[in-house]
């Protein structure tokens, strides 16, 4: 049977939610969960329901924040070590950066950011999108061991029945090796809410937004339904939403259960970004607006209208 | 300085994808290529980088088919100084990529002070290449930088993160540092620099030039083919606004009963 380890960041008390989407998935192997740090008790019972056989708190100088040399050096070792076949990671900033560097360091390969996967026996098989979205294919791993993946956040969604498992936990001693590159000061971003890359739902403008000031009346809705808040690149573009909210091709590519997008055309670039989205609203109010095409529910109106009265809706329904 | 580039070609924006008929790839011959829009910020780091310190090259280099070279053209007719093409199928993986990229710029008889490239290519996104290869010549990096500082010998980047976040890195160089928007605004190719790089020396290497073989492929794909056609969505008409309040009220009720997704 395979030895699959699954990485995982820690925030504050718990995990991010991919990793238990990945545990999920793997529900009926044997998986064990490693993190940089001491992992906490809330978060070893959610590592437990969701499957983990073993939690491993690995810690050793140097490792309190992330760079990219440290993590690489102190996993590799660890890996080595327990001879796993397979390492899971989800495909957050830290995954996408960290992954591709211990692939290396194993002479291994790596599928980045699958939507899907199964494991065939004991071999590994994912989908992931190619070409913005425009096609998907299958893709399968080769050559020397483990063999990395990272998992797209939201794609694989919870598993409502996961086999529980012992979530034993184990302390590793590792080392960070010689950091060259290190990190000197955090700035943090302006929002408290989940990223766009993580979010379940997401609240996107567009150009007919007109105004930075205008984001307010996204940021009511999204504070309404837990929402976070999104930009088309032409919003960007204008200067309404700093880079870090755009959606599309030069920006973050998301997956949420709901995308609310708003006084968006529908450019192809934008599309690439959020396709994958489960169930997609668009307001628009020219009604040819290529964005309609891949609306699930299309309202053709004005924004400033429609957002607001969305809101209150959405007040009434949740009882807010 | 000794500054690379690594740039990729990859299909048009708003190019249509067709899979292939094995279903391996995709059906490359009708194609419009252009350089990997990431690269553009790569390439004009490295002629920012090139300004600010004298005598310095900026040698470009791509991996990939040689039916065309726009990608490798371009990053010339900005400014970069020479190029290296090694010569392969577009659908080589990352780590085949990142060895060939190695291999070239150990072939140029310079040592890098610094390498460049685009966060990530939006052929098959994989956001891989930069990793390995600075992994393979066991060099610091830094990933979706999008501020860039500092002098020939000590930068400082920083890093975008979840929620906007930076982190702020200082690296000693040489180092590798893959970029993203944001990080600076790539010119347009003037005419003169457009003539000029005509005239700018293209080196051609094959795959075994630079100890690359179908030994090295770490990811297989196949089954390419286009999403699942989504069955058209209702759509409603809220341009009077007398009828707005009952619209939002149905597709509210449609996101709970039948999306189920509030």
Redesign the interface.
């Known amino acids: 049977m395979a030895k699959i380890l699954v990485f995982t960041e820690l925030h504050g008390a718990h995990v991010k939610g991919v990793t238990l989407e990945i545990l999920g998935k793997l529900s009926g192997h044997t998986v064990e969960v490693a993190a940089i740090g001491k992992i906490p008790s809330e978060a070893t019972a959610d590592l437990a329901k969701f499957g983990a056989a073993k939690v491993h708190s690995l810690n050793g100088a140097g490792l309190d924040k992330y760079s990219p040399e440290g993590y690489a050096n102190a996993l590799h070792t660890f890996i080595a070590a327990g001879s796993f076949d397979y390492v899971f990671a989800g495909a957050t900033s830290l995954g996408k950066d960290l992954l591709p560097r211990l692939a290396t360091k194993f002479d291994a390969g790596m599928a980045s950011e699958v939507t899907n996967f199964v494991m065939e026996g004991d071999k590994f098989a994912g989908t992931r999108p190619l070409f913005a979205g425009k096609c998907f294919a299958k893709v399968e791993l080769t050559g020397p061991k483990p063999h990395f993946v990272t998992v797209r956040p939201n794609a694989l969604g919870m598993n409502a029945n996961p086999t529980a498992g012992a979530a034993t936990a184990a302390d590793a001693a590792v080392d960070a090796g010689t950091i060259r590159a290190m990190i000197k000061e955090i700035v943090k971003g302006t929002s408290e809410k989940l990223d766009l890359t993580e979010a379940n739902i997401i609240v996107s403008g567009g150009r007919a937004m007109k105004d930075s000031a205008n984001f307010k009346v996204l940021e009511d809705l999204a504070n309404v339904i837990g929402a976070t808040v999104g930009a088309s690149r032409a919003a960007v573009d204008s200067g309404f939403a700093p880079h870090a909210m755009q959606v599309g091709q030069t920006g973050k590519t998301v997956a949420p259960s709901l995308y609310i997008a708003c006084g968006i055309s529908g450019a192809i670039q934008h599309l690439a970004g959020m396709r994958t989205s489960k169930v997609i609203v668009a307001i628009n109010s020219d009604p040819d607006a290529p964005i309609f095409t891949k609306a699930d529910y299309g309202i053709v109106g004005d924004l400033f209208t429609v957002v607001p009265l969305l809101t209150q809706e959405f007040k009434n329904l949740l009882g807010k | 300085m000794n500054i690379f580039v690594c740039v990729k070609q990859v299909?048009d924006?708003?190019t249509?994808?067709v899979?292939s008929a094995d279903?391996t790839f995709?059906e490359t011959s009708s194609i419009k290529w252009i350089m990997n829009?990431?690269d553009e910020y790569a390439v004009e780091q490295a002629l920012l980088v090139q300004a600010a310190n004298a005598g310095s090259t900026v040698t470009v280099v791509r991996v990939g088919s040689s039916k065309d070279t726009e990608a490798l053209r371009t990053a010339m007719a900005m400014g970069a100084d020479d190029a290296f093409l090694v010569e392969a199928a577009d659908n080589l993986?990352?780590?085949s990529i990142?060895k060939a990229l190695k291999g070239a710029i150990l072939k140029s008889g310079k040592t890098p002070d610094l390498i460049l490239t685009g966060k990530q290519a939006?052929?098959?996104?994989?956001?891989?290449?930069p990793?390995?290869l600075?992994?393979?010549l066991d060099l610091?990096?830094?990933?979706?930088v999008?501020e860039y500082t500092g002098t020939a010998s000590d930068i400082?980047v920083?890093r975008?993160?979840?929620?906007?976040?930076?982190?702020?890195?200082?690296?000693?160089l040489p180092?590798m540092i893959a970029c993203n928007?944001?990080i600076n605004t790539p010119r347009y190719a003037s005419l003169p620099g457009i003539m000029k790089a005509k005239k700018k020396p293209l080196t051609t290497l094959s795959l075994a030039d630079v100890g690359v073989s179908d030994a090295d492929?770490?990811?297989?794909?196949?089954?390419?083919?286009?999403?699942p056609e989504?069955p058209?969505?209702?759509?409603?008409?809220?341009?009077d606004?007398a009828k707005?309040?009952a619209?939002?009220?149905e597709?509210?009720g449609?996101?709970?009963t039948e999306?189920k997704?509030?």
């Open positions: 299909p924006t708003e249509k994808i899979p279903g995709i829009p990431y993986d990352s780590y990142a939006i052929d098959d996104d994989c956001l891989q290449v990793q390995i600075a992994t393979m610091p990096s830094v990933s979706v999008v400082t920083k975008e993160v979840e929620g906007g976040s930076l982190e702020v890195y200082g690296v000693k180092a928007k944001g492929r770490r990811v297989k794909y196949s089954n390419f083919q286009l999403p989504k058209p969505g209702k759509k409603f008409d809220a341009t606004a707005t309040g619209v939002v009220k597709v509210v449609l996101l709970r999306a997704v509030i």
